[in-house]
Nanobody
Framework: QVQLVESGGGLVQPGGSLKLSCEVTGATKSQYAITWFRQAPGKEREGVSCIGITDIKVSYIDSNQGRFTISRNFGKNTVYLEMNSLKPEDTAVYYC????????????????WGQGTQVTVSS
């Protein structure tokens, strides 16, 4: 089982930036793909971006337009989501999740989740 802990959320003005962190611990953590999801009030949870075990990176939301960048630091066992040019519609609870081997945009295919971190974009 993999344990995940998110941090880095907060309140930011439109156009601002945030860098979220997901600390990953547990057995064979290097064999897991890590995906960032988000869930806004009243909406379904949606995949944002995934990094696979070979460091392949996948973006799942068209509105990203290159604003979000996922990365991994193996030495710190941490996956990051750097978010720039934030918009009010990016407001949501952001979660990281792990699944063996391959990336997937479907939340039902993930067994291990963090507790989430709130991101609020507002002036």
């Amino acid at each position: 089982q993999v344990q995940l802990v998110e941090s880095g959320g907060g309140l930011v003005q439109p156009g601002g930036s945030l860098k979220l962190s997901c600390e990953v611990t547990g057995a064979t953590k290097s064999q897991y793909a890590i995906t960032w999801f988000r869930q806004a009030p009243g909406k379904e949870r949606e995949g944002v971006s995934c990094i696979g075990i070979t460091d392949i990176k996948v973006s799942y939301i068209d509105s990203n337009q290159g604003r979000f960048t996922i990365s991994r630091n193996f030495g710190k066992n941490t996956v990051y989501l750097e978010m720039n040019s934030l918009k009010p519609e990016d407001t949501a609870v952001y979660y990281c999740a792990a699944r063996p081997r391959a990336c997937s945009r479907f939340s039902s295919t993930y067994d291990d989740w963090g507790q989430g971190t709130q991101v609020t974009v507002s002036s």
